[in-house]
């Protein structure tokens, strides 16, 4: 048999070409269990809700301590440009977490409390603390839709870096894989690019009540309600859609029907009935498989309205990104980040390309990884790739047997090996075989996008624009033809005070060119801004009349028209955010 890639040719099926490795337990807890296998932690956990977080807290506190939980819970503070110059302030922040995540922590199921209270006295973190993080997404929606519905997105809100936000699933079954069976292939895109691959943990959970099922989570993520898979042969995945106003305070917060659906749904029946029982605060897709049924159910959702999508019996793969396929839920998204809806439509359809492009010859798990790796047309490195710096947890399931693969390394943990695990076992399961599916024919270029991602963590995480000007310069150095890197040297340089730089790195991205022609328009916008700062009034006049002979984005074709009537000056440049995973600023 032979495995299609994502560039259309074939090799052979072997799985990997790394010597098989066994999971090595480290301690116990009761009847709970900590292992590690290469770089993932293997946690079982059994008991009631209170006592399976508590054994969890236990066997992973220091894993905790600096995992996604304790990340998120300042990062609303980050994400809102505290400690920028375009900042609400640090007082401003902790009051929306004070007042807004309290509202939502009201609506937590009481298993969910447990839960939180269990991991507290386990770990010894206060339970504030895992509560304000755990409350973070439904959160971070709420204040993103009423911006929008304030018409005051500006610069220095919540869209600076959060809607990169990704995440997609390609699902495919039938006579479109090799076998007959189910499988669905699932990145995890989200915050904490750090935080959440450095401390990633597949967890067995056996309840006291209901099924068992695996989640893939990270350390302090008690429930499975994101990415997991149940005895019963369901798979589940949740998508998050940022550009809407309809987030409404309430509702049940996400992360934990998901859970519901794994403990209690043994067909896709059952899953639709536990969803249709809930309103969520945020906006949402829960996409359930279920191997012995050979279907899907996407489960679209916002406030008002819920949508379920059933595959038919004709069907045999289905793709997903993060927009909706219902179309009275689509008319409620809107368009504020052209670059995140380019990248979003990309994912989207290169996700379905690929798994038509393998169907003929049979997806396998490698193959479905291998999608999940890709990085899309080697032009740019970021237009329509499915790995990106914000892919912090990859994972194909096989539902009907209960095999799955999780990958490990850093973001995209998509290009790193894939573990192999059972679910009936509950543990690692080395005579699956590894896969090793990313392409390292060009180390350059993956040395480049390592560089790339460390220029995002220290943007991000540590506020360091030098360190990420430093990363991003390395990568455009390694990988002199994507102009995308080129772009966001120039962008991270004119922030910091360095015209001189900015304007060599927007010439060369403009010298590279690109695809989108909006792009062309925005790296003419940002050239000619730079010579504003560096005293060439002139010469930028020319540029900004270069980005307006092209098809462009609105906010872009606005700066331009303002940049003709006065010159741009580095007061401005100091205080716009760059969003490196997408290389562009949302509000210029």
């Known amino acids: 048999m032979q495995t299609t890639l994502t560039n259309g040719t074939t090799s052979p099926a072997p799985m990997t070409s790394k010597p098989p490795v066994q999971a090595k337990l480290l301690r116990r807890e009761g009847p709970a269990t900590l292992s590690r296998v290469r770089d993932l932690n293997v946690l079982c956990v059994e008991g009631d809700f209170r006592e399976m977080g508590r054994q969890h807290g236990a066997l992973l506190r220091d894993e905790i301590a600096r995992g996604p939980i304790v990340y998120y819970r300042g990062f609303l503070e980050k994400l809102l440009g505290a400690g920028r110059k375009t900042s609400l302030g640090p007082l401003a922040v902790t009051l929306l977490q004070k007042t807004i995540g309290g509202r939502v922590a009201k609506a937590m199921p009481a298993f969910a409390v447990d839960t939180i209270r269990g991991l507290s006295e386990g770990s010894g973190i206060p339970y504030e603390t895992f509560l304000e993080g ?263 399931f096989r539902p009907e047997d209960g095999v799955f693969w999780v990958g490990s390394g850093v973001a995209p943990t998509s290009q790193g090996t894939w573990v192999p695990f059972e679910l009936g076992r509950a543990a690692h399961a080395p005579e699956h075989g590894e896969l090793d599916v990313a392409n390292h024919d060009d180390p350059a270029a993956v040395a480049a996008y390592e560089h790339y991602r460390r220029a995002y963590i220290g943007y991000v995480d540590d506020c360091d624009t030098k360190k990420a000007l430093r990363h991003v310069a390395q990568a455009a150095e390694l990988a002199p033809r994507q102009p995308l890197y080129h772009l966001t040297l120039g962008l991270l340089a004119l922030q910091a005070g360095d015209a001189r730089t900015a304007i060599r790195a927007f010439e060369a991205a403009l010298a590279l060119g690109h695809e989108d022609e909006e792009r062309r328009s925005s790296m003419h916008l940002w050239h000619a801004r730079a010579l504003d700062v560096d005293g060439r009034r002139d010469a930028a006049v020319g540029a900004y009349r270069s980005a307006l002979g092209l098809r462009a984005d609105d906010g872009v074709r606005a700066a331009a028209k303002r940049g003709m009537r006065r010159a741009y000056r580095q007061e401005k440049a100091s205080r716009y955010s760059v969003d490196i995973a997408l290389a562009d600023v949302v509000a210029p």
Request: with cysteine; charged share 20%; aromatic share 8%.
């Open 134 to 396: 755990c409350t973070m997404p439904d959160s971070l929606l709420w204040v993103a839709s009423r911006m929008m519905q304030a018409k005051a997105p500006g610069p220095a809100v919540i869209h600076r870096m959060s809607l990169g936000l990704g995440c997609t699933s390609a699902i495919a079954w039938g006579k479109a894989t090799a076998d007959g069976k189910l499988y669905h292939a699932r990145n995890f895109d989200y915050h904490g690019v750090e935080a959440w691959p450095s401390t990633q943990t597949v967890i067995f959970h056996k309840p006291a009540q209901g099924m068992r099922y695996v989640s893939i989570a990270a350390a302090g993520v008690g429930l499975g309600g994101a990415t997991a898979m149940n005895e019963a042969g369901l798979s589940l995945t949740v998508h998050q859609h940022m550009f809407t106003q309809k987030s409404r305070l309430g509702g049940t917060p996400i992360g934990t029907m998901g859970d519901v659906v794994m403990r209690e749904a043994r067909t896709l029946a059952d899953a639709e009935r536990i969803l249709a029982a809930q309103r969520p605060i945020g906006c949402w897709t829960y996409l359930v498989t279920s191997g012995h049924e050979k279907g899907v159910l996407a489960w679209e959702e916002n406030p008002d309205r819920q949508a379920p999508r059933r595959t038919t019996p004709d069907d045999t793969t289905f793709g997903y990104a993060n927009i909706y396929l219902d179309p009275e839920l689509g008319r409620t998204e809107e368009n504020l980040y052209p670059s995140y809806w380019r990248h979003n439509h990309g994912r989207h359809t290169r996700a379905n390309e690929l798994l038509r492009a393998g169907a003929a010859q049979g997806h396998d798990a490698r193959s479905m990884a291998a999608i999940l790796a890709d990085e899309g047309p080697s032009s740019c490195r970021v237009r329509t790739a499915i790995a990106f710096v914000l892919t912090v947890g990859s994972t194909v």
